[in-house]
C-alpha cells in the first residue's frame, strides 16, 4: 500500500513537472493563455498565423526606418489608385464650392421633379444648393465679377494634365458681363435673327458666362471642333469631369438644354456631381429635374429692318449658325487661333473678362 502512494505521488510529480514545462515554452501572447477552456477563435488565429509569418522573418530596420517605408508604400497605392481611372489624378473639390450657407435666407421657390428643393436668394437661384442658370432661370443684372477662383484653379489643372497628353487648351471666352451679354446677344440678332440667336447665344442675365462658373474651351466654332480641334473635343469629353467640369450642352439635348450642341463650353460643377452627371449620361438639365425655356419674347425685334446686315440665318458651311467669323478673344488678349500653349500657360485670371463667345 505505501509502494503504491508513493508510486501515484511520483506520477502526479511527474505530471504537474511535464504541465510546468509547456506553460513556460508557450508564448505570452498565445490564445491559450486568454480562451477560455482553449478555445481559438478562427479569427485570433488567422491573426496568429499572420504574426508567426511576420515575426519569422528578420528585420534589421530600426522603427523610424519602418515609418519612413510605410509612408512611402501608402503614397505609392495612392497614386496607383489614382491613375486605374486613366492618367489625370482627379480635382476632388472642397465643400465650400456650395456651402450650406450658400442658401440659407433664401426663399423655397418650389421642387424639381427630381424632388430637389428650388431656392433663390438675391435673385439667383439655387437647385439643391448649386447655382443654376439658363433659359428658365436668370442672374440679377449685377450678379458677379469675374471667373471664380475654383473654376480658375480646375481648369488650370486641367490645361497641365492636358498639356501632358499633348492637347493645348486655353480660355477663350470666361467671364461675362450682363451688359457684355448683352452686346453680343443683340448683335446675334441683328445679324440672324432672335429665334437663330436664341439657339446658340442666352440672352442677357441668361448667360452661364456671366456666373463666373463657365468657360469656352480654344474657339467657339462647330466646324473647329470637327476639324483642328477634334482632339480637344475629344479630351475634353473624357477628362473634363475629373477636374469638375461638365459639358454643359451636349449633342443631340438641343430641347433639353435649349442649346445646340457645343462641345467647347463647359461648366465647373465640382468633381463629384461632375463624375455623377457624366456617368448618368444626363444634362444638367435632366439630373436636377429642371426645364430650360423662356417665358417671354425676344427682347427686340426678330425681323432687322433693312440696311442692318446682310446677315443669313444658316452659315455658308452648314457647321453652325454661330458667328464664327468674329473669332474668340483669349485671356492675354490675342487671337485664339494664334495663341500658342506658351502663351495660354499663365494661370487663369479671376477676373477676366471676355467678349467674343457663343452662350
Known amino acids: 500500500m505505501k509502494n503504491k502512494t508513493v508510486k501515484i505521488i511520483a506520477l502526479i510529480s511527474f505530471i504537474l513537472f511535464l504541465l510546468s514545462g509547456c506553460a513556460e515554452n508557450r508564448p505570452a501572447s498565445s490564445p491559450y493563455n486568454s480562451s477560455p477552456l482553449g478555445v481559438i477563435s478562427s479569427s485570433t488565429n488567422d491573426s496568429c498565423d499572420s504574426a508567426d509569418s511576420e515575426s519569422s522573418q528578420p528585420s534589421s530596420s530600426t522603427p523610424s526606418e519602418n515609418k519612413d517605408k510605410n509612408k512611402n508604400n501608402s503614397s505609392k497605392n495612392n497614386s496607383q489608385n489614382n491613375n486605374q481611372s486613366g492618367s489625370q489624378e482627379p480635382d476632388k473639390t472642397p465643400s465650400e464650392l456650395y456651402p450650406a450657407a450658400l442658401t440659407q435666407g433664401g426663399t423655397v421657390i418650389g421642387t424639381t421633379s427630381k424632388g430637389y428643393t428650388i431656392t433663390e436668394k438675391n435673385g439667383v437661384t439655387y437647385v439643391n444648393g448649386i447655382l443654376v442658370v439658363n433659359k428658365t432661370y436668370s442672374l440679377p443684372e449685377n450678379y458677379a465679377s469675374g471667373l471664380n477662383s475654383l473654376s480658375s484653379k480646375a481648369f488650370n489643372k486641367m490645361k497641365a494634365a492636358a498639356k501632358k497628353d499633348g492637347i493645348s487648351i486655353w480660355i477663350s471666352s470666361g467671364y461675362r458681363s450682363y451688359k457684355s451679354q448683352k452686346k453680343l446677344y443683340d448683335s446675334y440678332c441683328l445679324r440672324d435673327g432672335a429665334a437663330a440667336a436664341d439657339r446658340y447665344s442666352a440672352r442677357p442675365g441668361h448667360s452661364e458666362h456671366q456666373s463666373g462658373f463657365a468657360i469656352d474651351v480654344n474657339l467657339a466654332s462647330t466646324s473647329a471642333y470637327e476639324g483642328a480641334y477634334k482632339r480637344v473635343g475629344e479630351w475634353l469629353e473624357a477628362h473634363c ?76 458651311d452648314g457647321s453652325s449658325s454661330l458667328p464664327e467669323d468674329e473669332g474668340s478673344s483669349s485671356e492675354n488678349g490675342e487671337s485664339s487661333e494664334n495663341s500658342s500653349s506658351e502663351n495660354s500657360s499663365e494661370d487663369v485670371s479671376d477676373s477676366t473678362e471676355t467678349e467674343n463667345s457663343s452662350e
Open 241 to 316: 469631369a475629373e477636374f469638375g467640369f461638365i459639358i454643359r450642352y451636349p449633342k443631340g439635348k438641343e430641347s433639353i438644354t435649349g442649346y445646340q450642341y457645343e462641345p467647347w463650353h463647359i461648366r465647373y460643377v465640382g468633381y463629384d456631381l461632375a463624375v455623377a452627371i457624366t456617368q448618368s449620361g444626363l444634362t444638367m438639365e435632366e439630373y436636377l429635374g429642371i426645364t430650360s425655356r423662356y417665358e417671354t419674347a425676344p427682347p427686340i425685334d426678330d425681323n432687322p429692318s433693312e440696311g442692318e446686315g446682310n446677315f443669313s440665318s444658316e452659315p455658308e
